[in-house]
């Protein structure tokens, strides 16, 4: 079956604008995850949702980043005025449930971010 | 403090002989452990996962890793490398009592295989 799509998958804006990142997770699963992967660096969590709610935006970089998931399914990561400093590959991930022990996360290819 | 730590940035190996990517971890509970693989260009891929069963777990492309409770370790291994694991590495811990329902990532480690 399909796997976590994200699009578009190379985005470049310039200092200030607004963009706007889409994730499509595995049908059925519940938990969306999205995770920031800077250069030469680690995958770091932003924020994940159970169904329609924000469960945990703790990494959440500041107020400029905002994720919806308006009915369950695609989630949409928006950045305000963007900064050069944003530049990185965000990444999606899905799981039927909450992921913790027995579970596993699945991700998709990344949308690979440049501010100019 | 650093939950989980890849001791190597890069690691260096000719085809058919054994690879070595090590990893520790800190958790104050019982902590799920796994490594993904991350290709150019490709997306993260699951290679295997301890969730307190068996402690020598086995993945895919005959990749394994041994839980070490007492070292805090999850080295993960393979007798003989291909060049098509030259990759990027991932060891991740996940442990909802502390750390919620994100998984943590170590910082990398960079496999290149040599003809």
């Known amino acids: 079956g399909a796997g976590v799509s994200q699009t578009p998958s190379n985005k470049v804006t310039e200092k200030g604008k607004y963009v706007e990142l889409r994730c499509d997770p595995i049908s059925g699963h519940t938990a969306l995850y999205w995770y920031r992967q800077s250069l030469g660096q680690g995958p770091e969590f932003l924020i994940y949702f159970q169904g329609t709610g924000a469960a945990d935006d703790s990494g959440l970089p500041n107020d400029r980043f905002f994720a919806v998931r308006p009915e369950g399914s695609v989630s949409t990561l928006k950045i305000q005025r963007t900064e050069r400093g944003d530049s990185a590959v965000y990444l999606c991930a899905s799981s039927p449930t909450l992921a913790g022990r027995n579970n596993e996360q699945f991700f998709g290819p990344g949308t690979r971010l440049t501010v100019l | 403090a650093q939950s989980v730590t890849q001791l190597d940035s890069h690691v260096s190996v000719s085809e058919g002989t054994p690879v070595l990517l090590r990893c520790n971890y800190s958790?104050?509970?019982?902590?799920?452990l796994f490594w993904y693989v991350q290709h150019p260009n490709k997306g993260l891929q699951l290679l295997l996962k301890y969730t307190s069963a068996a402690t020598l777990v086995k993945g895919i492309n005959g990749f394994e890793a041994e839980f070490k409770k007492s070292e805090t370790s999850f080295h993960l291994t393979k007798p003989s490398a291909h060049m098509s694991d030259a990759a990027e590495y991932f060891c991740?811990?996940?442990?909802?009592?502390?750390?919620?329902?994100?998984?943590?990532f170590g910082a990398g480690t960079i496999l290149r295989v040599k003809s």
């Open positions: 958790s104050s509970y019982s902590p799920s």
């Open positions: 991740v811990v996940s442990d909802p009592e502390e750390y919620g329902n994100k998984l943590v």
